[in-house]
């Protein structure tokens, strides 16, 4: 199963990254595509998802207002904006295809994390 998520780095506090994530037309096609992200010794958060048609968005609280998920069916890749990254935002971030609705969406694939690190 495809989902290759990329774009995390070293950012300070206030700053920006912007995730993808590069599914196949199956992933793409049949589910709602989100992020979850994972601190060490914490447990896994959800971040934010986008319904198949793109249509609908759901956050979670801790992100509203600053992330952005997107998708773009012509590259079949969803994206995830972050704006105004703070020290809490540090953690892994996966790409992930869910089925379900928010908020008891189910993770049925996801890949490899990018990690994001944010420095105050």
């Known amino acids: 199963v495809q989902l290759q998520a990329s774009g995390g780095g070293l950012v300070q506090a206030g700053g920006s990254l912007r995730l993808s994530c590069a599914t196949s037309?199956?992933?793409?096609?049949?589910?709602?595509l989100g992020w979850f992200r994972q601190a060490p010794g914490q447990e896994r958060e959800f971040v934010a998802a986008?319904?198949?048609?793109?249509?609908?968005?759901d956050y979670a609280d801790s992100v509203k207002g600053r992330f952005t998920i997107s998708r773009d069916s012509a590259k079949l890749t969803v994206f995830l904006q972050m704006n105004s990254l703070k020290p809490g935002d540090s953690a892994i971030y996966y790409c992930?295809?869910?089925?379900?609705?928010?908020?008891?969406?189910?993770?049925?694939?996801w890949g490899q994390g990018t990690q994001v690190t944010v420095s105050s």
């Open positions: 986008m319904s198949r048609s793109g249509g609908n968005a």
């Open positions: 992930a295809a869910l089925s379900g609705y928010y908020p008891d969406y189910k993770y049925d694939y």
């Open positions: 037309g199956r992933i793409f096609r049949r589910y709602s």
